[in-house]
T-cell receptor, first 112, second 113 residues
Framework: RKEVEQDPGPFNVPEGATVAFNCTYSNSASQSFFWYRQDCRKEPKLLMSVYSSGNEDGRFTAQLNRASQYISLLIRDSKLSDSATYLCVVNIGGGNNRKLIWGLGTSLAVNP | DTAVSQTPKYLVTQMGNDKSIKCEQNLGHDTMYWYKQDSKKFLKIMFSYNNKELIINETVPNRFSPKSPDKAHLNLHINSLELGDSAVYFC????????????FGPGTRLTVT
């Protein structure tokens, strides 16, 4: 099983749609979880951290399910500018050996 | 005012050459990283430095040698370039270690012919 798995998509949705991405991780000891966004030919940028209780930032909601080892990202009222690849990121290891493992990303295209 | 900068942005070179990529961050971060993103878009950590000390060294050919002259700079030197080295190389930095938000440079697109 891969350390971090995502559905690569692509997801094609109309403007205004609600879309959800899931990501599973294999290391039950992971403590930190993030969603990053990467636009075409650009660098990844942090979208949001994922907290145990779930968290919301405007149209974006992130959830963590430790028992099932998955995190999710929900985007409401999609905008054209949301078109990008969304990367699920999970930490493994401890102390100085902590590092982030990146999913392959889920591609989203929001259409007019 | 760029937070994390890399040079060059594009690098086209022939097999067997030696090349360097430079990275600088002005965020005052303690930790810097090199990532490789291949054609399949898989982003993989190569190295991590904390206060000029090597922390993470993934299974990377020893043709790749990072150097951190100070905590604001992390350079990557590659010897004897191979076709498989073609990728985008991203430098990143974070406040402490990887559990904090990472800020990425714009990437260096390396093409080996």
């Amino acid at each position: 099983r891969k350390e971090v798995e995502q559905d690569p998509g692509p997801f094609n949705v109309p403007e205004g749609a609600t879309v959800a991405f899931n990501c599973t991780y294999s290391n039950s000891a992971s403590q930190s979880f993030f969603w990053y966004r990467q636009d075409c030919r650009k660098e990844p940028k942090l979208l949001m951290s994922v907290y145990s209780s779930g968290n919301e930032d405007g149209r974006f909601t992130a959830q963590l399910n430790r028992a099932s080892q998955y995190i999710s990202l929900l985007i409401r009222d999609s905008k054209l500018s949301d078109s990008a690849t969304y990367l699920c990121v999970v930490n493994i290891g401890g102390g100085n050996n902590r590092k982030l493992i990146w999913g392959l990303g889920t591609s989203l295209a929001v259409n007019p | 005012d760029t937070a994390v900068s890399q040079t060059p942005k594009y690098l086209v070179t022939q097999m067997g050459n030696d090349k360097s990529i430079k990275c600088e961050q002005n965020l005052g971060h303690d930790t810097m990283y090199w990532y490789k993103q291949d054609s399949k878009k898989f982003l993989k950590i190569m190295f991590s430095y904390n206060n000029k000390e090597l922390i993470i060294n993934e299974t990377v050919p020893n043709r790749f040698s990072p150097k951190s002259p100070d905590k604001a700079h992390l350079n990557l030197h590659i010897n004897s370039l191979e076709l498989g080295d073609s990728a985008v190389y991203f430098c990143a930095s974070s406040q402490a270690d990887s559990v904090y938000e990472q800020y990425f440079g714009p990437g260096t697109r390396l093409t080996v012919t």
